[in-house]
């Protein structure tokens, strides 16, 4: 199994529950990269995929139940932090592991990204919608896409391909061709959003 390198690039529910899954024995660290804390570290000690306790630095491990909810509360807030793994060694830890009901239900997780609070959203454009839009593309389109589209509808407005056109549909396939033009600027201009 092969965690992310940065919490940013997954969410703590995620890797919690890949762990659980995969039934390991270790501790899970994360040293926070922002803000005041930065640098401070974290471990999750897990026995075959349960959490059975947690610790900050060197600190002693906290294994009673309230206490290992509260910290792990805490840690779900985090936005970013530098992740490693390492194998279990023997020492304290919770009499009964937490279930996974326990430490994952009600978490933000990767599928929720865009609909839950707590989560990094999604960040919608609204000119970069109306420009997909105009160029009858949707919100996941590539910029290989929007290019097409681009050169098929342009090939299709362009005033000069209508040289036989009177001279008010010429001036309206100008006009269209003018926000197909400004449209597809503003895709090269504002990326896709990362999901």
Known sequence: MQLPGKLRLSTLGDLLGSLHRAGVSG????RELQGTAAGRRHRIHLRRGLIVGVSASEG???VDRDGVKKYLDRLFLLQDAELSFHVAR???ELEVPLTPP???????????R????????VVENPARRQALAA???GAG???REVQRAFRAQALALHPDRHSGA?????????RAFARLTQAYRILLETPSPAR
Do not use: N, Q, W
């Not at 865009?114 to 959203?121: D, H, L, Q």
């Open 90 to 92: 023997p020492g304290a």
């Open 27 to 30: 501790v899970l660290a994360l």
């Open 166 to 174: 009177s001279e008010e549909r010429r001036a309206e396939l100008s």
């Open 141 to 143: 389109a590539t910029a």
């Open 135 to 137: 160029l009858g593309l």
């Open 114 to 121: 865009e609909g839950r609070e707590g989560v990094r959203r």
């Open 102 to 112: 326990e430490f994952l239900h009600g978490r933000p997780r990767g599928r929720d």
């Open 60 to 62: 002693e491990v906290i």
